[in-house]
């Protein structure tokens, strides 16, 4: 059983930057993939990035076609941990953060955190 656990949240003040870290209890045997999601203010819930086991990495499509970078994905695999952090927090930053685990031959994620949520104050 795969166990994730997100952190990283609460009230931060807009400017300043943001780092979520995704504990997971197994991963370094199983090598998943481990993705980031976020969940807006009466928003579904949309993918912000993946990165796989040896660091390679995959963004939203509305990521990768900003010009500047909304979110930089980045693993440490002796600690079985993946981060998600930006600089120059916004008011949009404000959701729900969930990570996700899947195989790296599935493109399901059938693992889940309980999400932490992010509040931007002004």
């Known amino acids: 059983q795969v166990q994730l656990v997100e952190t990283g949240g609460g009230l931060v003040q807009a400017g300043g930057p943001l780092r979520h870290c995704c504990a997971g209890?197994?991963?370094?045997?199983?090598?998943?993939?481990i993705g980031w999601f976020r969940q807006g203010p009466g928003k579904e819930r949309e993918f912000v990035a993946d990165?796989?086991?040896?660091?390679?990495?995959?963004?939203?499509?509305g990521h990768a076609d900003s010009v500047v970078p909304r979110f930089t994905i980045s693993g440490d695999n002796a600690k079985n941990s993946v981060y998600l952090q930006r600089s120059s927090l916004k008011p949009w930053v404000t959701a729900v953060y969930y990570c996700?685990?899947?195989?790296?031959?599935?493109?399901?994620?059938?693992?889940w955190g309980d999400g932490t949520q992010v509040t931007i104050t002004s």
């Open positions: 996700a685990a899947r195989d790296a031959t599935s493109s399901y994620y059938d693992y």
């Open positions: 209890s197994v991963r370094r045997v199983r090598r998943e993939n």
């Open positions: 990165i796989n086991w040896s660091g390679s990495y995959t963004y939203s499509r």
